[in-house]
């Protein structure tokens, strides 16, 4: 169905002044060389869709609007492309814009399109008109997402938020018990390093991506029929992240930490990573490489970090055959989100039946499940492999821990309260 809603256009007629007969001359030559160019009147001055994302159901139809601003004097047929028919079917797939003698080219016609879900899955439309060149379509596109269940797409929105929570409160636990005990030690000057690099990183990336024109105008030129990847949650979690790592790097200079550095194979990795930021910034500001490609070298960056950082604190804990210092708290609400994060995967992939992103997304999946690896392992070493060191004491350290009553558990009885520390 087509609707119309035309509005009047008036001009207004030159004056020539007569004393000056050169210019008449001059705007008769100007006027008689435009009659040979295409008018710009009576032509379609803009086609768009009142929504380019739609989610639908299977078996559900959903309409929405093709908008057309201005009339032609030439027919043309407008006809659409579904990248997945299997998926998604349009009516009508094609539909005609008639001709007329008297173009108004401030009409605006709506064009009414029936979007139809055939199974779960996700489909691009495209659209192009005939005869070739008579409208340019190029921008005008629509992404179909059909669904299982709208319950499933709910709980899974859910589940990021909860995941999100989940990672950003997961800071604070050791914050709490560096400040109880009023000691860093126990924990890994190693991993404080990689996660501020990583985080700052990351931060880079989702800054960049959401808040520079520049660079949002540089990945829509690449992928002009995606969405920006980067949300306002991403770039709050970033910088708290950030934010919260600097709060306990601040701690290990105000709290006993013994002989505790960051180590040589540590300054060395972030030395690398810090030369390789920066001479791919400066190639960004010389101009021989755009900033998005800076912006995916410290997503790069925040990738590497996040599969070795979690190691110098294993590592640690196994020399030393002891937890103390390190929170658990941290651990459970990082396996929360981890387990959380790819069951929401796992759940999108059932509902969209899109099975190839869960298991061919290797970086998100791989990460996700690297990350829970860790994360039972640092459980299994804190109630299992080195249970009983966490009732052993540093002399003028734990006893403070003890008696704020935090990740350490009551001594079974019969332990003698003088034991020393052994790891």
């Excluded at 008449?24 to 060389?33: A, E, P």
């Excluded at 439309?125 to 070739?132: I, M």
């Excluded at 030690?185 to 960049?208: E, H, K, Q, R, W």
Aim: charged share 15%; net charge negative.
């Amino acid at each position: 169905m087509t609707h119309i809603r035309a509005t009047k256009f008036s001009s207004g007629a030159a004056e020539i002044s007569s004393h000056r007969l050169s210019n008449c001359w001059i705007q008769i030559i100007i006027g008689v060389f435009l009659i040979g160019l295409p008018s710009a009147y009576g032509q379609i001055e803009i086609m768009y869709l009142d929504s380019t994302d739609l989610n639908i159901l299977v078996d559900e139809n959903r309409l929405f609007h093709m908008v057309q601003i201005g009339e032609s004097k030439d027919a043309i047929k407008v006809a659409s492309q579904v990248q997945h028919p299997d998926i998604l079917q349009l009516s009508p797939p094609s539909f005609d814009i008639p001709g007329t003698a008297d173009p108004n080219d401030t009409a605006e016609i709506t064009h009414d399109i029936w979007a139809y879900g055939k199974s779960p899955g996700h489909s691009e439309v495209t659209f192009n008109a005939t005869p070739a060149g008579s409208l340019n379509l190029s921008t005008v596109f629509l992404r179909v997402t059909v669904m299982h269940s709208r319950t499933i797409s709910v709980i899974s929105y859910i589940m990021g938020w909860i995941y999100f929570a989940a990672w950003s409160v997961s800071f604070y636990p050791q914050i709490y018990i560096n400040f109880k005990r009023g000691s860093v030690v126990g924990l890994n000057f190693d991993f404080l390093a990689l996660n501020i690099m990583g985080f700052t990183m990351y931060s880079l990336f989702n800054c960049g991506l959401y808040f520079s024109k520049e660079i949002q105008a540089e990945y829509l030129s690449r992928h002009p029929r995606s969405v920006n990847p980067v949300q306002l949650n991403d770039v709050f979690f970033s910088l708290h992240a950030a934010f919260a790592t600097l709060i306990t790097i601040t701690q290990c200079f105000l709290y006993e930490r013994e002989d505790q550095r960051v180590s040589m194979t540590g300054r060395s990795i972030l030395g690398g990573f810090m030369v390789i930021a920066i001479v791919t910034a400066g190639l960004g500001a010389g101009g021989k490489i755009e900033w998005l490609d800076f912006l995916y070298i410290c997503s790069y960056i925040k990738l590497c970090i996040t599969l070795i950082k979690y190691v110098p604190q294993a590592y640690m804990n196994y020399k030393r055959k002891s937890t103390v210092g390190w929170s658990i708290g941290n651990i459970f609400l990082d396996f929360v989100g981890g387990f959380l994060s790819i069951l929401q995967m796992a759940l999108n992939a059932y509902n969209y039946n899109d099975w190839i992103s869960f298991f061919g997304d290797a970086t998100k999946f791989g990460l996700g499940l690297f990350s829970l690896v860790f994360d039972i392992f640092f459980i299994l070493q804190h109630y299992v492999f080195y249970r009983q060191a966490r009732y052993i004491l540093l002399p003028g350290v734990i006893s403070a821990e003890e008696q704020a009553g935090t990740n350490v558990d009551e001594p079974d009885h019969g332990t003698s309260s003088d034991t020393t520390y052994q790891g």
